[in-house]
């Protein structure tokens, strides 16, 4: 399961920033860099695990003793006979469940319009201190999660370099604010999309579509990969938006989260 190519770009992130364990046949990862966040520290389901609520929780507490950790993260495969009761008792236990589903699409040359007063350039999320300044403000914007920013973001550096992920921001020409920004890293034969991100002021102006193809033309181009990867909440708006570019699904995991 946890082999699937598509997960694999997720596992990659994960690892670089963390320990890999296993536990028959469960994966689990404890993060050194982001202990406290709620992607930080989170088992892998092996969908041949008896799906027991407890029995995952006490994994959790094996593993993961970081004194500020206060959440549990769990990723399982949907399905199976037992699935839906889990669900429920997850449910009922204050779990926040999320459906994710990675899709996938065969890289090619993209024709996109580009207003001459706009320009996409690449960011330098390491050396550049003013592109650094600019994707922040975008991020705080558009996340409640300024805490993380200001004190994270190194750390989340050092993803950046052990990953090579490539930033894009569009402007507008003459301008610093960066209105979306994107991130690509390629894993093998994949490229994968990573923070597709558009500035609250300008939702609905197709920016994030400008972005992507512009991506889909590097991964294309440069990376020259056979597919690129995204991952969505099904029920989240930008699922569609991914669907309408041609990303199709090839594969989906559900959420168990609790702060």
Same mark, same amino acid.
């Given at each position: 399961?946890?082999?699937?190519?598509?997960?694999?770009?997720?596992?990659?992130?994960?690892?670089?920033?963390?320990?890999?364990?296993?536990?028959?046949?469960?994966?689990?990862?404890?993060?050194?860099?982001?202990?406290?966040?709620?992607?930080?520290?989170?088992?892998?389901?092996?969908?041949?695990?008896?799906?027991?609520?407890?029995?995952?929780?006490?994994?959790?507490?094996?593993?993961?003793?970081?004194?500020?950790?206060?959440?549990?993260?769990?990723?399982?495969?949907?399905?199976?006979?037992?699935?839906?009761?889990?669900?429920?008792?997850?449910?009922?236990?204050?779990?926040?469940?999320?459906?994710?589903?990675?899709?996938?699409?065969?890289?090619?040359?993209?024709?996109?319009?580009?207003?001459?007063?706009?320009?996409?350039?690449? #960011?330098?999320?390491?050396?550049?201190? $003013? +592109?650094?300044?600019?994707?922040? =403000? %975008? &991020? *705080?914007?558009?996340?409640?999660?300024?805490?993380?920013?200001?004190?994270?973001?190194?750390?989340?550096?050092?993803?950046?370099?052990?990953?090579?992920?490539?930033?894009?921001?569009?402007?507008?020409?003459?301008?610093?604010?960066?209105?979306?920004?994107?991130?690509?890293?390629?894993?093998?034969?994949?490229?994968?999309?990573?923070?597709?991100?558009?500035?609250?002021?300008?939702?609905?102006?197709?920016?994030?579509?400008?972005?992507?193809?512009?991506?889909?033309?590097?991964?294309?181009?440069?990376?020259?990969?056979?597919?690129?990867?995204?991952?969505?909440?099904?029920?989240?708006?930008?699922?569609? #938006?991914?669907?309408?570019?041609?990303? $199709? +699904?090839?594969?989906?995991?559900? =959420? %168990? &989260? *609790?702060?």
């Amino acid at each position: 399961m946890w082999d699937n190519q598509y997960l694999s770009t997720e596992i990659a992130l994960l690892k670089s920033i963390g320990i890999p364990l296993k536990y028959k046949g469960n994966l689990i990862i404890e993060s050194k860099l982001f202990p406290t966040f709620y992607g930080g520290n989170l088992i892998f389901v092996d969908k041949k695990e008896s799906p027991d609520l407890e029995h995952f929780e006490k994994l959790f507490i094996k593993y993961f003793t970081a004194p500020k950790t206060k959440h549990k993260t769990f990723l399982l495969t949907p399905g199976g006979p037992n699935f839906d009761q889990l669900i429920k008792k997850a449910t009922e236990k204050e779990y926040e469940i999320t459906h994710c589903n990675y899709l996938a699409m065969p890289t090619r040359r993209c024709s996109f319009p580009l207003a001459d007063s706009l320009s996409i350039d690449a #960011l330098d999320l390491i050396n550049n201190d $003013k +592109d650094i300044s600019d994707y922040l =403000e %975008l &991020m *705080k914007a558009e996340y409640d999660l300024e805490w993380f920013w200001k004190e994270g973001f190194k750390k989340k550096q050092t993803l950046i370099k052990t990953m090579d992920i490539k930033y894009f921001g569009l402007r507008e020409k003459g301008s610093s604010q960066i209105r979306s920004s994107l991130g690509l890293f390629q894993y093998g034969t994949l490229a994968r999309f990573q923070e597709v991100v558009t500035h609250p002021d300008f939702y609905r102006n197709g920016y994030a579509t400008i972005l992507l193809n512009h991506g889909i033309n590097h991964a294309h181009e440069v990376f020259k990969t056979k597919e690129v990867v995204i991952q969505a909440d099904k029920n989240y708006h930008a699922y569609h #938006l991914y669907r309408n570019l041609g990303f $199709k +699904d090839v594969f989906e995991v559900s =959420e %168990l &989260m *609790k702060f």
